[in-house]
């Protein structure tokens, strides 16, 4: 199975397009990660409530 990054051309690898682009796909990613776990929360809302406490939890007791 061939590398997908293989067929770029390296000089492009740091042009402000190339940012631009992975910028955008970060964002895409985020928003349907954000939507993902929504649609988690909403089908399993004790699961989701354990693991808000747990976050909740490690919070207060984390040490900067």
Not at 4 to 11: I, N
Request: hydrophobic fraction near 30%.
């Amino acid at each position: 199975m061939p590398d997908r990054e293989s067929h770029k051309d390296p000089s492009q690898h740091d042009s402000p397009e190339s940012d631009a682009e992975r910028r955008r796909r970060r964002a895409q990613f985020l928003r349907e990660l954000t939507e993902a776990r929504e649609l988690r929360d909403r089908v399993q809302p004790r699961r989701a409530k354990a693991a808000r406490l747990r976050h909740a939890m490690r919070m207060r007791t984390f040490r900067w």
